[in-house]
C-alpha cells in the first residue's frame, strides 16, 4: 500500500457542471434522476459501484405498498400501519407514497415486463430487483441523465457563500478524481450496515449521512437501526420469504419454538446465543418447490452449490445485521422535497430517515421499496426546482475539511480492517445491538469515541482506494450516531427494545434528532399533539 | 465469494468488471477479467447474472475462500444457473424460466396459514 499526503493531486480530475447531482443510483436514486430529468433538469447520477447492481435493491426481490384507490381502502392499510408505528409516524406521508407509488409503477411499463396471473391481471406490486434495476437504468439514460459508474463520492463541496454546490469523488476503475457542480444535490446512497454480509450491502456504508451531517445536516431516528435477517450460514442470501414455512432445531436435534410473526427475530436471535441453529424446510409444498427458481431465482443458489436439500436436510442459520437498511434511522427531512436541514441538500430511499412511514418498527421491503421510490421523485422534483433558481456555478468550490479525507499515515495507530472490526464487533452482535441495555450501549459508545479519535486523527488513505478510509469514518460516525440516540432514548419502543427500561414511556413520545460529527448532539422533538387526519 | 474464471468460456466483453458492484475484478491485458480484490466479493452473484458466457463462478460462503474443482463444478452443471433461472437472454423465450416473482405474496399468505394451523412445539415464551 503507497500512502500520499494528499491522494491523487496531480491527476486530471473529470469536472462537469449540472443542475442536479444525484448520488446513488440504486432504487431512490434512479427514481430522482428521472424525476429531476422530467423537470427538465441536467442531471448527473454517480454510483460507487454500477447504477443497476449497486445496492440492496437490484440483489433482491422488492414488493411495493400497494393499496388501490378504492374506497376505504388506502385508510384501512395507513390505520393498519399506524398502529404498528409506535405514535411516530404520520398518516398524510404515508397516504403521499402510496399514491405515488400507484401512479408511478405503471409508467415502467417498456423498461420492465410486468407479468401477469392466471386470470391476465398484470402485476404491478413486486419486482424481481436485478430486472427492476436493470430497467431503471435503462430509463435514466433515456431521460438523458449522464451516469459515471464506479464513481464514489467522497465530500459535499461549497461555494464562496457557504451554500452546498457539488461534490467531488474518485474514479476508482479510472484512478481519476471527479467534481460536479451543481445547483442542487440528491443524496440517495443507501443506509448502513457495517459491511455486514446482508446481501448487496457492502456499497451502503453510510457515506451520504457523513457528508450531510459534515455540512451541518441533522438526522433522526438513528436509534432504530438494530434489524436483522435470517439466512443460511455463511451464505448472504437474505431472502426471508422461504423462512416463513421453516422449522427450527437445536444442535440437539430438538424442536425450537421459532414461531413466525412479530417475535420471530428475537426467538431465533435467543436460540443463536445459546448455540447453533438449524433449520429445515420440508413444510414448503411440491408445487412451490417447483416454482422457487423461477420466483426467487437466487434463492436455491447456496444449497445447490453447497449440495444441501432444504427440503430434506437440516441446515445452520443465521442472522445478519441490517443497521439502518431494514432499520430506520437516516437524514432528517423537513418539507414535502425530502430537503433536509441544509439547503440545497435533499435525502431519499434509505439516506432519509422513514420514521414518517414506519414509526419505530422497519417498514419491511413493502412499504420501504414505495419510500425509495416516492422520496426518489419528490427528492430528484425539488432539487431540480430548486435549481432553476440557481443560475451560477461557477465560484470555486471547497470541502468541509472531513475525517478519512487527508492521510496522516504517521498517527495511524491501526490497519484500516481492524478500525472496520473494532465498529463491527459493537453494532453486528444480537447482544449489542438487538438486545439493548444502558450499560451496554454506554460501554459500546466509549469503544467507537476511540474508534473515532483514531479515524479523526490519523487515518492510512490508499492512494489507490481513497474510498476506504472515508467509508471507515462514515461507519464509525453512524455507529456513533445510533448508539448516541439509543442512550438518549431511555425507553424501549418499536425495534428499539432496552432491557433496562422495557417499557414505551411517553416522555419519549418524540422525535430524536442527531447531529454533529466529532461532538453528536441530540433533541427530542415532541410529535405533532394535534390529532393527524387521513390525506390532508 | 467470487472463485473461478472460466478462461476458457469468457468471451472478454467485460461486463463482469463494468457491473461488479464491489470493483472485485479488472481486465488484464488480454482483456480478460482477473480477481484482483476478492476480498472485496458480497457475494451478491451479479457478475453470473450479467455474464452471457457463464464463465464466472461464485461460491455461495460469504465468509471464507473455498478454492473449488474448476472441473467438478462444470460438470456438475452449476454454471449459469442463475441466468437460466432468471430468463435472461438466450431463455427469455422459453416458459419454463418465466418471472414468477409475483407469487410471493400468495406464498406469505399459504405460509401464514399454515402456521396458524400447526400446533407449536412448546408454549410461546
Partial sequence: MTITSAHAASQPTLDLVTDVLVIGGGLAGTWAAVAAAREGARVVLVDKGYCGTSGVTATAGPGHWWVPPQPGAREAAIDKRLASAHGLANARWMARIIDTTWTSLPTLAGYYDFPKNEQGVTQYRGLRGPEYLRGMRRLVQDSGVTILDHSPALELLRNDQGEVAGARGWRRQAGRTWQVRAGAVVLASGGCAFLSRLLGCHTNTGDGYLMAAEAGAELSGMEFSSYYCIAAADSSMTRSMIYSFGEYFDAAEKPLNIPQGPDFTDALAKALLNGPVYCRLNRVPAQIRAQLPSIQPNLMLPFDRRGIDPYRDRFAVTLHAEGTIRGVGGLRVIDDTCQTTVPGVFAAGDAASRESIAGATSGGGAQNSAWALSSGQWAGRGAARLARQKPDHSTSLDGFSGAGLQSRPALAKSRPDELIQRIQAEVHPLEKNLFRSGNQIGRSLQALDNVWDEVREGLQVDEHNPLRAREIAAMAATARWCYSAAQQRKESRGMHQRSDAPEQNPLFDAHLRIAGVDQPWTRHDPINPLPQGHAQ | ?125
Fill in chain 2, 1 to 125: 465469494m467470487i472463485e473461478l474464471i472460466y478462461q476458457d468460456l469468457c468471451s472478454g466483453c467485460g461486463k463482469c468488471v463494468e457491473v461488479c458492484p464491489t470493483n472485485t475484478l479488472r481486465l488484464d491485458t488480454q482483456a480478460k477479467p482477473q480477481i484482483v480484490d476478492q476480498q472485496a466479493c458480497q457475494t451478491c452473484f451479479m457478475c453470473e447474472l450479467y455474464c452471457a458466457s457463464d464463465a464466472l463462478y461464485v461460491d455461495p460462503d460469504c465468509e471464507r475462500v473455498r478454492q473449488p474443482d474448476p472441473d467438478a463444478i462444470r460438470d456438475a452443471g452449476l454454471l449459469g444457473q442463475y441466468r437460466r433461472d432468471s430468463g435472461w437472454d438466450e431463455w427469455a423465450a422459453d416458459p419454463r424460466h418465466s418471472n414468477q416473482h409475483w407469487r410471493m405474496d400468495g406464498i406469505f399468505a399459504l405460509a401464514r396459514g399454515l402456521a396458524d394451523a400447526t400446533p407449536i412445539p412448546t408454549k410461546a415464551q
